[in-house]
């Protein structure tokens, strides 16, 4: 946006990316509270904004869409009711069994102890299970039988602490294991009109190999053609089927939504099954999507915001995209006290690929310290193939970067492949 238009930010802390962003392109940048929707409908009135676009999941969930739109804002994002797709898992699941029967796994919700034990037991007969707190936990919040508890006695232990502690909504969703590939399709629409851009896939787990606990996503990738190695374009085709029923259904439902619709699935030889919806572009999926549109950007963004959008208004690059995160050791592992350390941009810069901050600011110039509990830096590389994005990503990472942040370095490697 920063390309086309002023821009001004209203953000939890002093990114470096969007002060660098929003200070070139003549705007402004402002750290509150990013889900203090008043706050934020004052700021953009005070800036005569002419279009606001939230993409986050803790302000969707606090209505800040609807205290912008209620200002006179055009605004891309779903309110609350729209965003409920995603900070309400149980509300997802009856969505897809009213409009994709079968697409579910086998599930069932509990919001008590008793119900817990119920659940687990149901849901058991299809054999290991996985506990997903009904509400937002920032991607760390699901525990599969297998990687993260031993056993669905353990399975019940999590939930219950769940549900007895209110966290994350205070309830949980008891759902079957399915060990299939996974992958995501970040449709773009103004509520009726719905663009479809390549399918991505994210590293979920902390560690090489996919082990370790469950993350916000330590990276991801998308391909040229659209497609991933296990997916096919009849698998495709029908995912973006059940997205574009699901963003039907909430507009028939008045629930205003328009932006992004991240939608995750499993593909196996059953067919497909609805992981979870995000109301927002995937993080960090949704970098690979922005790193492949070509041009109009902006323009798409408006034609969301006020229902004009056309199918043709994202041209997105037929290239492989990967994106990797930099993240601090205690990263979805424990406590971090905050890390520094140093980034040459445009070093990353001459290696192909490019910087996003996330959760860093910056203490003097090229030196940086990770904040909060997220990732701290993603980098990200377009190039014709995956091969070459991946090198580009390791190149830069491995001479440009220095201090004892971790990554994956197998972001851009499938099920199946060797390095
Ligand atoms: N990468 C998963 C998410 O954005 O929640």
Known sequence: MAESCELHAFMGHQNPTLCDVTRGSGGSAYVGNVCDGKAIAGYAVDHSIALAVVSSDDPLAAGVVDHLLGAGVPTVG?????????????????VVD?????????YAVARTPAEVERAVAKVAEHGPVVVKPVGLAGGKGVRVVGPHL??????????????????HGGAVSIEERISAPEFTIQAMTDGQIVVLPPATYDYPYRFEGDTGPGTGGMGSCALPGGLLPFLSRESYDAACGIVRDVIAYLA??????????????????????????????????????????ERGWTDALV???????????????????????LVAPEYALGISAGHRF???????????????????????????????????VAIVATEDTVESARSSVAGAIINCVSGDLEWRSDIGIFPGESP
């Open 78 to 94: 779903p309110t609350r009711s729209g965003a409920e797709i995603e900070w309400n898992k149980a509300f997802c699941r009856q």
């Open 98 to 106: 009213q409009i994709a029967p079968g697409s579910n796994p086998a």
């Open 150 to 167: 031993a056993d669905n006695d353990a399975a019940v232990e999590y939930a219950l602490e769940i549900v007895e502690s209110g966290r």
């Open 252 to 293: 028939e439902t008045r629930r205003h939504f328009s932006g992004c619709l991240n939608a995750g699935f499993f593909a196996d030889a059953r067919g497909l099954r609805v992981i979870e919806f995000n109301a927002r572009f995937g993080d960090p999926e949704g970098i690979n999507i922005m790193s492949l549109v």
């Open 303 to 325: 034609a969301m915001a006020d229902g004009s959008l056309s199918d043709d208004m994202i041209p997105m690059a037929n290239r492989a995209s990967v994106v990797t995160y």
């Open 342 to 376: 140093s980034i040459d941009v445009d070093q990353v810069r001459a290696h192909g690929a490019d910087v996003l901050f996330s959760a860093a600011v910056e203490r003097e110039p090229g030196s940086y310290q990770t904040v909060g509990t997220s990732r701290a």
